[in-house]
């Protein structure tokens, strides 16, 4: 039993292979948060301590206990108003005005199993999850909130979420609804967040948490390019392979907030959940509230070990099991290769000479429907534009399988142009303030997604086109932030629900859509990886990383990405040299050192390539698919720490059974007379013998852990190194 209740002492006890959670309601009924970390044997409760500060109160029936305050005591999910002054983790106006929460405990229960959700992504039962359910109460406004943690033991991590229900008479407006708070008692923390912009998403930034409060989050309507929903707390001391970590994910793909706040006593509250500003949800009696869901995850063995934890979370019960183990397609994409100015005679071009390289898919990228040859115009006419292509969609599909690949096709749903058919025919179905011109990026607006006709519209619209063609994949984009949020078929009393039901409309889509089309590999995409969060990783096993495919800025952006998310959910293609974002020049051989660790693809002209270019790519490809088992399901090791060193980046993936590890090393910054790479590996077994592929070397398992390997000399224009290690038991 992974969750148990301590009748005696009323302590709950949620423990995982490696950490331990502790929470009980105290005789007041106020859930106390008590412990999360580390495995230890024992009740935690002897951690409280009471103490009489100046200027946090006392609740009133504990108004002779001047020591207890709700101020300074560690709870699980914040009230606001009553005399918390910390981080509210619920914030609700009544009827009569008053934003005041306390809620207490009211009882438990513990289930096998999980239940799913309809309408949000959610982590997915595994065969040993368990379920508590804390049912805590405030009489005074009628508000019952259901704490639900879903303990997953074997993968150490706890899942947390809320549902709200409103059983008074009156309508209550939720303001704030956090999906998961966590206090700790004490720490010194610092927290490692991932900020970004377009074409630079998810770099890793670690701060010392001050005293006070602290935020990141997104008001953009997606999870965005600028702030990921993922923050890891660890201690000071904590590097990759040492050291307390703690994550705080949210399966969520639109407005969210992590918000930490170490107080007068030094110690942390961390809330995370959607984004509290624009949010309004009014709750009718008897209406519940569910929240997304937060991951939390806990390693002793520091940042690199919370990743594994996550990685394997994402790859076995985010991911849809019809994915897992299955070989994706080696792509060629046409949009960096032709962008809008293709035929389908192009195309089918392109697809021959991918093919003769080892291709398998080809994606027409943008352009291909409506009145679409630039970016300002079409979004929201999924018809062919058969005129343009010079013959129908079914006639360019069957062709490309005749060819001997599979077929995908770009879709941006969400979206409507101002110069559409649709837009013209349903301005009112576009997200647009009634009395103020729409701000508008790309030249367009963005549909709303809250709207059940809109919704019907999309799945209707997307399957007479993936009816009529063969098409295997789909790449599912999302070109701006949303701004103007209003919706025209909601009163002006649910405006602030909008943001949220758009999501939940988009998720209505992406379910209905892997329903009808259960073979269908969608891809993510929101300009690159604006929207690259396991919310959009239930439904597209892959995401698109970055609009950056600069293998130099790759870098950066992939390591970003790991600390929470595996190699196999990054598309990551090989793009030409000068880089179309950078001009950079690099090698072939480093591109697709840094693409083959993500899900591997080529976006670039194939008849622009020489007679060797495309020897290599021949070989890159049947390298890709020799290792590809080993980097979509291998542990990933960082091998340098974070900003410790500005002249490479090294990483490794080392397979289940340890028999077999690739490193890979991609030299940054050459220096005259530099230092060498000397690198210790991660992962291997120190008792085992490995070779080096292609070599005569052989070395002991613990000489590369302790003794490192060396790289020696690199010269030129930002070389990379590749070493495939096989065990000599192997
Ligand atoms: C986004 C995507 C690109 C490409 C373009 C097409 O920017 O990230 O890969 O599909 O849209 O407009």
Redesign the pocket.
């Known amino acids: 039993m992974s969750i148990q209740f301590h009748e005696p002492t009323g302590v709950f006890s949620l423990e995982t292979a490696h950490s331990l959670y502790q929470m009980k309601a105290d005789e007041a009924g106020v859930l106390l948060h008590l412990y999360y970390g580390e495995k230890t044997s024992g009740n935690m409760d002897y951690l409280i301590r009471y103490s009489d500060r100046g200027f946090s109160g006392n609740p009133y029936e504990q108004r002779d206990r001047r020591g207890y305050s709700l101020d300074t005591l560690p709870q699980e999910y914040s009230g606001s108003g009553v005399g918390d002054y910390r981080l509210p983790a619920v914030q609700v106006l009544s009827e009569n005005g008053s934003r005041s929460v306390d809620l207490r405990y009211v009882d438990f229960q513990i289930e096998k199993g999980r239940q799913a959700l309809h309408g949000l992504p959610y982590i997915r039962e595994s065969a040993d999850c368990e379920t508590l359910t804390v049912t805590l109460r405030d009489d005074v406004i009628g508000l019952e909130a259901q704490l639900l943690y879903h303990v997953f033991p074997s993968q150490d991590v706890i899942v947390r979420s809320v549902i709200l229900k409103n059983t008074s008479k009156k309508t209550l407006t939720i303001g704030k609804a956090a999906s998961a708070c966590v206090d700790f008692l004490y720490g010194d923390f610092d927290a490692l967040h991932f900020h970004g912009r377009h074409c630079m998403e998810r770099q890793a930034e670690r701060l010392h948490l001050p005293k006070g409060a602290t935020s990141f989050g997104s008001r953009r309507g997606m999870s965005s390019h600028h702030s990921n929903p993922f923050v890891i707390l660890s201690d000071r001391r904590a590097t990759e392979h040492q050291g307390d970590c703690y994550g705080f994910m949210l399966m969520y793909s639109g407005n969210h907030l992590e918000e930490m706040e170490v107080d007068q006593a030094g110690s942390i509250r961390i809330v995370t959940g959607i984004h509290p500003d624009g949010f309004a949800w009014r709750l009718e009696p008897g209406d519940t509230f569910e929240t997304p869901e937060a991951i939390l995850s806990f390693s002793a063995e520091g940042f690199n070990g919370l990743s594994n934890q996550y990685h394997r979370i994402i790859r076995e019960q985010v991911i849809d099991p019809r994915y897992r183990g299955t070989k994706k397609p080696v792509l060629i ?1 046409s ?1 960096e290769a032709a962008y809008f100015d293709f035929d389908a005679e192009k195309i089918l071009r392109f697809a021959r000479s991918a093919k003769a390289l080892g291709m398998e898919m080809l994606v027409l ?3 291909w429907f409506g009145k679409r040859d630039d ?1 300002n115009s079409g979004l929201g006419d999924w018809v062919v534009n058969e005129k343009k292509l010079g013959c129908s969609m079914k006639s360019l599909s069957d062709q490309i399988h005749q060819i001997g690949l599979k077929f995908g096709l ?1 879709f ?1 749903p969400e979206m409507i142009s101002e110069d559409s058919e649709l837009f013209r025919a349903h301005p009112d179905w576009a997200l647009t303030d009634p009395e103020r011109k729409p701000m508008l990026a790309r030249n367009q607006l963005v549909l709303d997604m809250s709207r059940q006709d809109v919704v019907d519209y999309l799945v209707n619209a997307m399957c007479a086109v993936l009816d009529h063609a063969k098409i295997e994949y789909v ?1 599912w ?1 999302f ?1 701006r932030s949303i701004a103007n949020c209003y919706s025209h078929a909601l009163p002006p009393e649910r405006q602030g629900e909008v943001a949220h039901r758009f999501m939940m409309g988009t998720y209505q889509l992406l379910s209905r859509l892997l329903e009808k089309y259960p073979d269908l590999l969608i891809e993510g ?4 990886g604006g929207r690259f969060d396991a919310g959009m990783l239930f439904y597209c096993p892959q995401i ?1 990383c970055s ?1 950056d495919t600069d293998a130099i800025e790759r870098l950066e952006i992939q390591r970003g990405t790991s600390y929470g998310y595996p190699a196999s959910a990054m598309g990551a293609h090989v793009s030409a040299s000068p880089n179309h974002q950078t001009s950079r020049m690099t090698p072939l051989s480093t591109r697709s050192i840094v693409a083959q660790s993500g899900t591997f693809g080529y976006e670039l002209n194939p008849e622009r390539l020489t007679e060797e270019e495309k020897e290599q790519i021949k070989a890159q490809i049947s390298d890709y698919h020799r290792f590809e088992a080993l980097i979509a399901e291998g542990s990933y090791y960082r091998l340098s720490e974070l900003d410790e060193n500005k002249d490479y980046e090294a990483w490794m993936f080392v397979s289940p059974d340890q028999k077999e590890a690739l490193v890979n090393l991609v030299m940054t910054h050459i220096r005259a007379n530099g230092p060498f790479p000397y690198i210790r590996l991660q992962g291997l077994d120190p008792r085992q013998v490995y070779r080096l592929e292609g070599t005569e070397e052989s070395y002991p398992g613990s000489a590369l852990l302790y003794g490192g390997y060396a790289f020696g000399q690199l010269r030129g224009d930002y070389p990379a190194i590749q070493l495939h290690l096989i065990s000599e038991e192997a």
């Open positions: 994409n949009w990228d943008d352009g970016d770009w941006e790449k984009d070109n995409c929101s300009g690159g698109w609009d």
